[in-house]
């Protein structure tokens, strides 16, 4: 096939084995349940799962049918089926393996059915109240029941956090039912079907409830996945990548992520999720279940573990155990702890994690780690050690190794520093104007003055190449006959400025192309959502494999499945002609409300970064463009097309940028898209210090970078900052207009649509 032929003509030629569509495929979907299983979290058990074969149970609340697979908006996906709790349930009793009790599923299915008649929404009808009769029955029938409880969140709308919401919090209906369940039934099992963090401390300390399965939002089968681990025909192996806390006020951020629509203030700076939890002075009693955590139905032993540094590599070795009676995975965590210094550090700090094979019962297996000493350094933003620098500052710097933060054995070795070395020095980039105080190590808040605004002229060479004598196509180019700065010297002022916006739709795509320069010989590359898998609109008729949401996939600590979803997504999406990918989102859980949460990966930016950097690896594995989102600071949805996040250069740094600089480095993806909110003062699709002086300068970034749909940045200022295209349309006049007045180059339009060019170019 010729290259962009299925951009050019659209041929929808499947790519399965024997002329097959691989796009939900047996071999997806599968992809989509294993990964699902593996990404549960069992918080508690006292022996009662996994259910023994044969068991009787009653299954309540309404989460068994009204299953929700996946978030709203750019994450959903369109799916032929999906499986509900209560259909795996059945597949399971029809295997032997478990006897359910018929009358209750079928009062809760015509329940929903009532409801989803009635215009209730997926994830959104209300729980029934249960009849007194029927608990009768069903008592009789067994001692064991499950409660099913369920979440839906979107991209546009935050979640609530107030008692009895029915969101973070139970309603009070499903109170009432978990009352009822408790006071009829002996062994009770909680499975949680959410997207992110919700209300653990009804179930915690309560005895009257044996075992809880956090199954997230599990995909397309989901359901039958959340079978496989009640039933034990999977161990469970997921751990917690954020913190669970006792209460939503706990959470520090908990004031101010409402405090105002138009802004939000970071005032817990470096402390988010389990840096704030483990380090300031009485938050550890405020945890439920703590960063890392997750159980298992064998047991593991950490042994053997020796720490050494080598060439200025942290290494480190672990002897993982199954001292239990069933075959199992566990997940190796290593934390260090940072002298306090002069910055102030986090207690401890995730510095490498590896996920063992599964185990045999006592089978013993050996796993490696290792980091750069640098990558532990402290950003200095105001001058304490050494301003605008890492910083190593002197002293000891232990090392935690477990499987969880808590659970962990301190190493024999510590790495000494003798002195403050200063491993990278940088210059001040996107610091805040507006943010008043951060807070500190041991709780309390210093005062932060407005720093210095640098203003920027970036002046590109001009282009000095020549035009080629006979006109020239993009295939030239890939073919080496003219170099890209020739065929670009072709093209007028118009066609480069129309290069750099956004094109209509072709085939099953519904978020726009780029390109589609046909007299030159650019083709229209369309783009898709989304982080979950291809979203294809529902009329078009085309349905696709609809993946764990991506919390969970990190649940699993497992890159080599995060890269087997980037591989296996990005054929659908070949498949389907188009060639950009809007996956991986990666920004930070930083509050349980932001109604997004459910599309990124954890609280942690080194979980969020390696996870994007396999799926990133995964997707262009096949051709296909990743496009890491959102860069960066969008952690909520109300008015993120105004709202301004306001945090310290360290915050920004050390907190959200990391993941982001973790992925470019280790993976590259040829697209990066910014995102609606301002940084500190300045949107960040036009902030030049954000695009040019650290991604492109100080990372290395060498893709192209898009504008997320319909923002409302001037596009002039946005090409003048870096930010190539703007989607899906352009401001064609007011870029014009610009170049006539001197307020933009040729030569700064035309680096932007070289970038864009070379990303096709690196297409099939």
């Not at 729980?127 to 979440?151: M, Q, S, W």
């Not at 653990?200 to 199954?215: C, K, P, R």
């Not at 700090?349 to 402290?378: D, H, I, N, Y």
């Not at 990190?554 to 087997?564: G, H, I, Q, S």
């Amino acid at each position: 096939m010729e290259k962009w032929a299925r951009a050019n003509y659209a041929p929808c030629l499947p790519l399965g084995r024997e002329g097959k569509r691989v796009t939900a495929s047996g071999e997806h979907i599968e992809l989509s349940r294993t990964v699902g299983a593996e990404g549960m979290v069992l918080l508690k058990n006292n022996g009662v799962l996994p259910l023994k074969a044969g068991t009787k149970i009653a299954v309540f609340g309404k989460a068994q049918i009204d299953y929700v697979k996946g978030g709203g908006g750019s994450g959903d996906v369109t799916v032929e089926y999906v499986r509900n709790i209560c259909d795996g349930l059945n597949i399971k009793a029809g295997e032997g393996k478990v006897c359910l009790f018929d009358e209750l599923t079928e009062f809760y299915k015509n329940e929903v059915e009532r409801q989803y008649a009635k215009g209730a929404e997926n994830g959104k009808t209300t729980e029934p109240e249960i009849p007194d009769g029927l608990i009768y029955e069903a008592k009789k029938f067994t001692d064991t029941a499950i409660i099913t409880i369920c979440r839906f969140s979107s991209e546009f709308v935050d979640r609530m956090g107030e008692p009895d919401d029915g969101d973070f919090y139970l309603s009070a209906q499903e109170r009432k039912m978990v009352d009822k369940v408790k006071a009829n039934f002996c062994n009770i099992i909680v499975v949680i079907n959410a997207g992110a963090q919700t209300d653990t401390e009804w179930y915690h300390s309560d005895d009257g409830i044996g075992a809880v399965l956090y199954a997230w939002q599990s995909g397309m089968e989901g359901g039958l996945a959340v079978a496989d681990v009640l039933c034990g025909d999977v161990n469970p192996s997921g751990k917690l990548v954020d913190t669970f806390a006792k209460r939503f006020s706990d959470y520090p951020s908990s004031e101010s992520f409402n405090e105002s629509d138009d802004y939000v203030k970071y005032y817990e700076d470096i402390y988010v999720g389990y840096r704030y939890f483990e380090t300031i002075p009485g938050a550890q009693d405020r945890v439920n279940y703590p960063f890392g955590f997750g159980l298992s139905y064998t047991s593991f032993e950490i042994t053997g573990v020796r720490v050494s540094e080598e060439a200025g590599r942290i290494k480190v070795r672990a002897d993982v155990t199954n001292t239990g009676e069933i075959s199992g995975k566990e997940v190796v965590q290593v934390y260090y702890s940072a002298p306090q210094g002069k910055l102030g550090k986090p207690a401890r700090e995730l510095a490498a994690f590896a996920k063992t094979k599964e185990l045999e019962p006592g089978e013993t297996r050996t796993v490696f780690m290792e980091f750069e000493a640098a990558s532990m350094a402290s950003y200095d933003d105001t001058g304490k050690v050494k301003k605008s620098a890492y910083v190593l500052e002197k002293g000891a710097y232990g090392f935690h190794i477990g499987n969880s933060v808590r659970n962990t054995v301190k190493a024999d070795y510590e790495y000494i520093v003798e002195e403050d070395i200063i491993t990278q020095q940088l210059t001040q980039q996107c610091a805040p104007q507006k943010l008043e105080k951060r807070m500190l190590s041991d709780g309390s808040f210093e005062k932060l003055y407005p720093s210095e605004k640098h203003g920027h002229d970036c002046i590109y060479e001009a282009n000095t190449e020549k035009a080629p004598e006979e006109k020239a196509m993009l295939a030239d180019v890939v073919s080496g006959k003219v170099t890209l700065d020739a065929f670009t010297a072709q093209l007028s002022d118009l066609q480069l400025v129309e290069l750099t916006f956004g094109k209509p739709n072709t085939g099953v795509a519904n978020t726009f192309g780029m390109g589609a320069l046909e007299e030159y010989g650019i083709p229209n590359i369309m783009t898709a959502d989304g982080p979950a898998g291809l979203r294809v609109d529902r009329k078009t008729g085309v349905c696709t494999t609809a993946f764990p949401c991506a919390t969970q996939i990190a649940c699993t600590w497992n890159p080599e499945l995060m890269y087997k979803i980037g591989a296996a997504g990005a054929k659908e999406v070949k498949e389907n002609n188009i060639g950009i990918w809007l996956t991986p989102a990666m920004n930070i859980h930083r509050n349980p409300l932001c109604g997004r949460n459910f599309e990124y990966f954890s609280e942690d930016p080194l979980v969020s970064g390696i996870m994007a950097a396999a799926k990133v690896r995964g997707i262009q594995s096949q051709n296909i463009a990743a496009t890491a989102k959102h860069f960066c600071a969008n952690n909520k949805e109300v008015n993120r097309y105004n709202s301004d996040s306001m945090m310290s250069e360290r915050a920004l740094r050390e907190i959200y940028l990391k993941g982001f600089e973790i992925c470019v480095k280790e993976a590259q993806p040829w697209v990066i898209m910014t995102s609606y909110n301002l940084v500190n003062g300045e949107r960040a699709s036009e902030n030049y210090e954000l695009l040019t002086n650290i991604l492109r300068g100080e990372w290395g970034y060498d893709g192209m970078i898009t504008t997320d749909w319909c923002n409302l940045a001037e596009q002039y200022k946005e090409l003048k900052a870096g930010n190539d295209i703007k989607m899906p349309e352009g401001q064609r006049d007011g870029v014009m207009q610009a170049l006539a007045d001197g307020k933009i180059t040729r030569s700064e339009i035309e680096v932007c649509a070289q970038r864009i060019l070379r990303m096709i170019m690196k297409l099939d």
